[in-house]
């Protein structure tokens, strides 16, 4: 894969943690990638002051300007890592639509942001995480733990027996991300592992989950993966997974979600919640958004 494009999405300026700056460095470097730092800004007080929609304009125009300042200021963190950055503060809300409008106007290829806000509650958190992973254009990440293991593995999440409900190229796709993405860290290893669930009845269902291994143990040799790093499981994701991941020491998990796309982004959702590794998801094609390439009129006076 080739991922020229990351568009890291920082929701707070004054506690952007200095982790995040490093891990998008190491991938930027890798990729030969540019970055473009965005920050989203609103205050709702402006909308409903009374006044000239000029005079809003320009003090609205003052605070983009000074955010600006401070976000080139976090910029020459990445500059000093030899990285080409942009930076992008714009007036708009809510915060996960304004991330996806940049990511289109940026035809982002990674849509990276730090999972945790201490100055954000966690359902605020939780909320933009599982709208970013339904509606974003491109590949998401989230940086969710300042801990990583220097050999720590990259695990991609696969499911051949069940063919990704008729999209047979989402594991492709996943291990690809998986190997990318381990190559930038450092040729860290790459782990597959399955999740066969147990809920279904009948001959079909225990069939599945009896062709499970050998189906895994041949993606592993197709994608030249040691046979020991490949793992199948029997039981719900939500609950192998986060398991599976601390006992690998794996620093970065990789799902996909297909085009019938409800049990993997519930997926998705649940994971960014309880996982101790960072979480990348990729999708195998990327629906037109259902946000629009503008703000709500109510959150600008005027164009700026």
């Known amino acids: 894969m080739i991922w020229r494009r990351l568009l890291l999405a920082l929701p707070d300026l004054e506690l952007a943690p200095g982790y995040v700056f490093d891990r998008v460095g190491r991938l930027a470097r890798a990729f030969d990638a540019h970055v473009d730092l ?10 409903s002051q009374s006044g000239a929609p000029d005079q809003a304009a320009q003090r609205i125009a003052e605070h983009v300007q000074e955010r600006r300042r401070r976000l080139e200021g976090l910029a020459d963190i990445l500059r000093d890592q030899g990285v080409a950055v942009s930076a992008s ?5 809510p915060v996960y639509e304004a991330v996806i409008r940049q990511a289109l106007r940026y035809k982002a290829d990674v849509l990276i942001t730090p999972a945790r806000s201490p100055q954000e509650p966690v359902r605020t958190v939780v909320y933009r995480e599982q709208r970013l992973i339904e509606q974003a254009p491109c590949a998401v990440l989230l940086l969710r733990t300042q801990e990583v293991f220097a050999r720590g593995a990259v695990v991609a999440e696969v499911d051949p ?17 998986a190997k990318t993405v381990a190559g930038a860290l450092g040729d860290v290893p790459v782990h597959l592992h399955h999740a066969a669930p147990l809920g279904g009845e009948g ?22 993966i040691p046979a020991a790093q490949a793992c199948v499981e029997y039981g ?7 398991t599976y991941v601390r006992s690998v020491r794996a620093q ?16 998705g959702e649940r ?12 999708k195998s094609r990327y629906e037109h958004t259902a946000v629009g390439s503008q703000p709500s009129p109510a959150v600008l006076p005027q164009p700026l």
């Open 236 to 242: 719900e994701p939500i609950t192998t997974l986060p």
């Open 38 to 47: 965005f920050h989203c800004l609103y205050e709702p007080r402006f909308a």
């Open 252 to 267: 970065t998990l990789v799902i996909g979600v297909g085009p019938l796309a409800g049990r993997s982004a519930v997926l």
């Open 89 to 93: 503060v714009h007036w708009d809300y």
């Open 203 to 224: 001959i079909g269902a225990r069939t599945l989950a009896a062709d499970s291994e050998p189906r895994v143990r041949r993606l592993a040799e197709l994608h030249s």
């Open 271 to 282: 994971l960014a919640e309880s996982l101790e590794c960072d979480l990348m998801v990729v």
């Open 161 to 177: 027996p069940h063919a990704r409900d008729g999209d047979a190229d989402l594991d492709e796709i996943v291990i690809g991300a």
